[in-house]
């Protein structure tokens, strides 16, 4: 009994010194390269779960990407020369005069992605989600050398039939289709669209597939998010909307908006298509028509951001605050999913004690309840600074969106989050166009005529159950 006894003394000495020495030594490990916010929320979790906390944290808690895949990138540069090239010539193709207060925004988003301000674009803003799907296989049967498809979600339901259907179409007649879908987005589907887009001819792959027992793993929480559509390199669309029916989640109808665009424009979305092309496969496609001469089509300047954790700065981010930093007399912002770290709120804070109207649409309806939860504690510190916080009712608002003032805007597939900011591979359309700005308002103004303004003395009601819920939600929402 004694021997029992001290050999249970020694398992439980081992025990707690191993619990120490993961919390001290993830003390040192978790601040780098990572937000105050997600720190805080790693350390409480490996304070008081320090085994399974540090089992998370290989799986999914280091920051970027891994060495093999960073090497890839920066040799992209070097072998998208062409790519280079076309964009020199669409950001020369149509001379753009930006106003003064826009030359720090573009800039900015050129340092951080690489990608110059375009004119000569014609821009159409689409937000009937059956419409837009109808736009899509129309531009697909009209294609003639090549169709690039980059999406989240590509399910083989209805909507995703159809668009299959089309790009088999499309290969039937000598087109060069190739499809790009996360593998974890798409994961349910996944399977049953390559094949069946194989089957036909076209080249189809998953974004960062998710093997752990393979060489070069992916981490399961480092996703592509985008939604790209190039056509014969001078039609594309940038937005929000997946490849599937909108109420493919029970109970959830969704609403989204996308940015078809026709001109020089085009040269940017095919270069970031092609780059995530060739970190998955290593392909590098070849042909003059990739990157077409630019005829100028329009008169809309227009500048693409990519972002991801593949880059050295969160762009996403940088741009939202920029933009709130950059208004004079209102802010609009439309996200689905709205988790903000210290500087948005700062800059949010900021912006209403410079006198400028801070607008944020947000749905009603959630899909993720994690999150939802999570974005509801922010609601009273916001509402008490003066942001005016609106809930869409009926549908999950899904589109992501931000204006500034009347004169520049934001398109995209980044929701206002920290996952967006940091975890997710993302593409912006910045928009310098007071006519685009103008529609993108009518449509705002549709948002908040069918949204219920949150009032404080009202939100403040809620139950305490609610309150502590979303505070324990609040203090993981670094890690969503």
């Given at each position: 009994?004694?021997v ?48 399974p906390g540090?089992?998370?944290?290989l ?30 010539a ?16 573009a ?63 499309a ?9 790009l ?19 036909q ?56 908006l ?7 424009l ?17 392909e ?45 007399r ?93 975890l ?57």
């Amino acid at each position: 009994m004694v021997v029992i006894a001290n050999i249970d003394d020694h398992w439980a000495t081992a025990y707690v010194l191993t619990e120490w020495t993961i919390r001290l030594t993830m003390v040192a490990l978790v601040p780098l390269r990572r937000s105050p916010e997600a720190a805080r929320s790693w350390l409480l979790l490996l304070f008081f779960l320090p085994i399974p906390g540090l089992l998370l944290y290989l799986l999914i808690g280091r920051p970027t990407f891994p060495k093999w895949r960073a090497r890839r990138f920066a040799s992209l540069p070097r072998l998208f020369s062409p790519g280079i090239e076309a964009l020199k010539a669409g950001a020369t193709a149509a001379r753009v005069e930006l106003a003064d207060r826009h030359q720090p925004i573009a800039t900015m988003t050129r340092n951080l992605g690489r990608m110059p301000v375009i004119g000569g674009n014609r821009l159409e803003i689409l937000t009937d989600y059956a419409g837009i799907v109808d736009r899509l296989v129309a531009d697909i049967d009209a294609a003639r050398d090549h169709v690039h498809v980059l999406v989240y979600i590509f399910a083989d339901d209805a909507t995703g039939g159809r668009l299959i259907a089309a790009l088999a179409r499309a290969a039937a007649r000598g087109v060069r289709c190739r499809v790009l879908i996360d593998a974890l987005g798409s994961r349910p589907w996944a399977a049953n669209v390559i094949a069946a887009l194989r089957a036909q001819g076209v080249q189809a792959q998953e974004a960062l597939p998710i093997r752990p027992l393979r060489w070069r793993p992916a981490r399961a929480d480092l996703r592509n998010h985008r939604k790209l559509t190039v056509i014969d390199g001078h039609i594309v669309y940038v937005g929000s909307q997946n490849w599937v029916d909108a109420d493919f989640k029970p109970g959830v109808v969704n609403v989204e908006l996308m940015a078809r665009v026709e001109g020089p424009l085009a040269a940017s979305v095919q270069t970031v298509f092609l780059s995530d092309w060739y970190m998955e496969t290593e392909e590098l496609p070849a042909g003059a028509n990739l990157f077409p001469p630019p005829q100028p089509v329009g008169d809309t300047a227009l500048q693409l951001l990519p972002s991801g954790p593949d880059y050295p700065v969160a762009g996403a981010e940088r741009l939202t605050v920029a933009l709130i930093y950059a208004a004079r007399r209102r802010v609009i912002i439309t996200t689905p999913y709205f988790i903000p770290d210290e500087g948005l709120i700062e800059g949010l804070q900021t912006a209403v004690l410079r006198g400028v109207e801070v607008v944020l649409i947000v749905s009603l309806v959630q899909d993720q309840r994690l999150v939802g939860l999570a974005q509801r504690s922010f609601y009273t510190e916001l509402l008490r600074s003066g942001v005016s916080i609106y809930l869409y009712r009926g549908r999950l608002l899904h589109a992501k969106h931000l204006t500034v003032d009347d004169s520049i805007a934001s398109i995209g597939s980044s929701n206002v989050d920290i996952r967006s900011f940091t975890l997710n591979a993302e593409a912006n359309l910045i928009v310098y166009d007071p006519a685009a700005i103008e529609t993108l308002a009518t449509i705002q103004a549709g948002y908040l005529a069918n949204s219920q303004k949150l009032e404080l003395d009202v939100w403040g009601e809620r139950p305490l159950y609610r309150k502590l819920g979303e505070n324990i939600a609040r203090l993981v929402s670094p890690l969503l």
